[in-house]
């Protein structure tokens, strides 16, 4: 059985610079708060351009950030996929609702699942090592050395995936999960799915909701699978 121990949730939209990005911040951070709730994000700041809201000013697992060309909602905690979504929405509607027909040509929509999990059925990282090998690489690899780490790279249309073996002390757990690491397992699987849509149009609310469900929809499907992979 696997058990989820780290999730890290991220949207990311990329956009053409808006004029009006610098001179809107102040009524943006303001939307949002309101919105939102000063409870939910007290600490926030507008610095060289950027736009900062964060539930804590250290080791901060809810972050909005905001520029002139990107809008990137990242949350390092355990919220539920659904939740995630909602808010995720939400606080796009709003930046649509403070620059209107500036934010609607968006170049690439990106929602994003990072996640590590145990193995109840595994007791070591080589078990874990031997499970993705046989499920998603050739195990009759033609080479005599013996493999010590690997990663799946797969490529879909609109998915790129990553899954691989993991250890509580590697790198990629303490560039991705900064603020949550002391959590992660001694050793398990971590699996990263970016999904994505080019060249989308938020004319107005309902298109902002319409595509970032489109590339929801898309991340659950091949995360789910992934997931399930390992339950056989």
């Not at 697992?61 to 939400?90: C, H, P």
């Not at 001694?186 to 609310?205: K, M, Q, R, S, T």
């Not at 909701?209 to 091949?222: A, C, E, P």
Request: charged letters at 25%; one cysteine or more.
């Amino acid at each position: 059985m696997l058990i989820e121990c780290l999730r890290k949730k991220v949207i990311e939209l990329r956009f053409e610079p808006m004029i009006s990005a610098i001179d809107n911040q102040s009524k943006l951070i303001k939307a949002l708060l309101n919105e939102l709730g000063e409870e939910s994000y007290p600490y926030w700041k507008n610095k060289d351009g950027v736009s900062l809201l964060s539930n804590t000013e250290k080791k901060p697992t809810r972050v909005i950030q905001f520029e002139n060309s990107r809008l990137i909602i990242a949350f390092e905690d355990m919220i539920s996929i659904n939740e995630f979504k909602k808010v995720g929405i939400k606080i796009v509607q709003i930046v649509k609702n403070v620059f209107k027909e500036e934010f609607t040509i968006i170049s690439r929509v990106g929602c994003r699942f990072i996640s590590v999990y145990s193995d109840d059925n595994q007791n070591s990282f080589q078990g874990c090592l031997d499970s993705v090998n046989s499920k998603y690489l050739n195990p009759n690899l033609p080479l005599s050395l013996p493999i010590v780490d690997s990663k799946a790279t797969i490529h879909f249309d609109n998915v790129h995936c990553n899954i691989g073996p993991v250890k509580k002390d590697e790198s990629w757990v303490k560039e991705y999960f900064a603020f949550t690491q002391d959590d992660c397992p001694e050793f398990g699987y971590g699996i990263d799915v970016d999904a994505f849509l080019f060249g989308a149009e938020f004319d107005d609310n309902n298109a902002v909701s319409k595509h970032l469900k489109m590339v929801f929809d898309l991340l659950s499907v091949v995360t789910k699978e992934i997931f399930e992979s390992f339950e056989v």
